[in-house]
């Protein structure tokens, strides 16, 4: 359901144009819906870029924290 919903979001936010403003701890959700990101710790921002470049390279400790905590399934593996 969720799925469903973000994904007719952002097909009504593409065709129309709409900017939208996403506050979320679920970072996959970030990831698949935002084009820039904001990271905030403690109430201000520590980092703010495209999505793209902020989950591949990001510049700020709090935000290389946050990305490292996100389960993998690479790490899943080895730990069992």
Known sequence: MQAHLLNLIKDLSEATGLTLL???HDLAVVR???DRVAVMQTGR???MNDSESLFSAPSHSHTRELLSLIP???????NT
């Open 72 to 78: 993998r399934i690479d790490r899943i593996a080895t």
């Open 22 to 24: 996403l506050i979320s």
């Open 32 to 34: 698949q819906m935002c």
């Open 45 to 47: 921002i520590v980092e």
